[in-house]
């Protein structure tokens, strides 16, 4: 038998998936053996843990086909011939899982017989109408979530018609700011020049009275020399 990890394939990543996935196939192997041995609920289980060993070998291969990639041209007609053993392998373990699940009258305990007795028709009778059950129940579930969905949209739309509203006053008040600021430039503005024109005037009167002393004391003293 061949080394288990092969130190010759070139890539030890890709011997380490390969390790791993051949501890999977022995599980899987092993699995499928299990499922003949069993029928009913065990065999259901049986089958749905083999299914996911599977899914796990499937996703291990992919690993390979990737890293397999990287290797060598020298050592790769070797790898690729055993990831062909490989997937042949894993193809014929599908086969046989996808058999061994088809097998109603193993999987449901002779419930689907031909030539079922009373007990076996009361039991289909009590299983339909449990589907039945299960059926309006789930439609029931749609249901209402439908109606809470379509309560939500109706919410979302007032919410947006809200949105909506609060976006146009926030656009007026900016308008509205816009407006009161050109008031408050032009009112400054006006302030400024009364301001100057104050301070015009107030000059102008400091002058009058200059002059008008000036003219006093230019009288008094013409008067008494």
């Known amino acids: ?109 002779n419930r689907y017989s031909d030539s079922p007795s009373k007990d076996d028709q009361l039991e289909q009778r009590q299983q339909l109408l449990s589907g039945t059950e299960r059926l309006d129940r789930s439609s029931q579930r749609l249901r209402n979530a439908q109606i809470v969905a379509e309560e939500t949209e109706g919410i979302g739309r007032g919410t947006l018609a809200d949105l909506q509203l609060q976006r146009e006053t926030i656009q007026h008040t900016r308008i509205t700011m816009l407006e009161s600021e050109g008031y408050v430039d032009r009112s400054v503005k006006t302030l400024r020049g009364m301001g100057r024109r104050m301070a015009t005037n107030r000059i102008i009167t400091v002058a009058i009275i200059t002059v008008l002393v000036l003219l006093i004391f230019a009288v008094i003293y013409n008067k008494f020399h």
């Open 1 to 109: 038998m061949s080394n288990l990890l092969d130190t010759d394939a070139g890539s030890e990543l890709f011997t380490s998936y390969e390790a791993e996935f051949k501890l999977v196939q022995a599980d899987l192997s092993q699995k499928l053996d299990q499922i003949t041995e069993q029928s009913g609920e065990p065999r259901k289980s049986a089958i749905r843990l083999a299914e996911r060993s599977l899914e796990e070998a499937n996703e291990l291969l992919d690993q390979m086909r990737l890293e397999k990639a990287n290797i060598p041209s020298a050592a790769r007609s070797k790898i690729n011939q055993r990831f062909r053993n490989y997937e042949s392998d894993i193809d014929s373990a599908k086969r046989k899982l996808r058999s061994l699940a088809d097998d109603r009258k193993a999987l449901f305990e």
